[in-house]
């Protein structure tokens, strides 16, 4: 599968991994979660999925380097990385040795005025 639009999302893999055995019902909920009428729950939701890489529930100080390691690459060292994640967390309130699961994310982010809108051409 060829999505051009991917090529340049460095989220794109993982991304690609949570379609990999959708069925069609579930593959056109994942695409909802982008649509203008999706709730904010469900757009966290949605980011909870991509972070909780191993889909244990729980999101942990690693898997939450993994996205900001994909997201910066080169432009920043590990140690920075380590550093403004653990700043992030602390601001939240919590730690780096903290798990935090769905009602956290929704705690961080459900009055951030989140938008996950995309817009599709058509040619």
């Known amino acids: 599968m060829t999505v051009p639009e991917f090529a340049v999302n460095p989220l794109s893999q993982r991304l690609f991994r949570m379609l990999d055995g959708l069925n069609f019902k579930e593959f056109v909920a994942f695409l909802s979660s982008f649509s203008s009428r999706a709730t904010m729950q469900q757009k966290v939701e949605f980011i909870f999925r991509v972070y909780d890489s191993d889909g244990n529930g729980k999101v942990t100080f690693n898997e939450m380097l993994d996205i900001l390691r994909d997201l910066t690459g080169q432009y920043i060292s590990e140690q920075q990385r380590e550093k403004v994640l653990g700043h992030v967390l602390e601001e939240a ?21 989140l938008k996950m809108e995309v817009e599709v051409p058509v040619d």
């Open 93 to 113: 309130g919590y730690t780096k040795d903290s798990l935090l699961v769905q009602t956290d994310f929704m705690k961080i982010l459900g009055n951030s005025g």
